[in-house]
Nanobody, 124 residues
Framework: QVQLAESGGGLVQAGGSLKLSCAAS????????MGWFRQGPGKEREFVAG????????GYADSVKGRFTISRDNAKNTLFLQLNSLKPEDTAVYYC?????????????????WGQGTQVTVSS
């Protein structure tokens, strides 16, 4: 199992940017597909972005495509999510997650390790 801890959330105005980080502890970080999910008020947790073990292939939800960028630094056991052109509807708790599917996946149930989440609030 891998332990995950997110950071970088905060309050930002619409149109602004944030960069989230997820520090992973444990062995063989590169053997995990990684993902970012979010859960807004009164909503279910939803897929935001995913990346394979070596950082070559990525995938995004349609709602964030072109605005958010997922990346990873395996040498530092860290996952990132760059959030640009933020909108009020992006307000949510953002979670990073690790999957044993090294190619990555959009399916929430395929992720076995989760961080505690970091709050992102976008004001209009």
């Amino acid at each position: 199992q891998v332990q995950l801890a997110e950071s970088g959330g905060g309050l930002v105005q619409a149109g602004g940017s944030l960069k989230l980080s997820c520090a992973a502890s444990g062995r063989l970080f590169s053997s995990y597909g990684m993902g970012w999910f979010r859960q807004g008020p009164g909503k279910e947790r939803e897929f935001v972005a995913g990346i394979d073990g070596i950082g070559r292939n990525t995938g995004y939800a349609d709602s964030v495509k072109g605005r958010f960028t997922i990346s990873r630094d395996n040498a530092k056991n860290t996952l990132f999510l760059q959030l640009n052109s933020l909108k009020p509807e992006d307000t949510a708790v953002y979670y990073c997650a690790a999957s044993r599917l090294v190619k990555g996946t959009r399916q929430k149930d395929e992720y076995g390790s989760w961080g505690q989440g970091t709050q992102v609030t976008v004001s209009s």
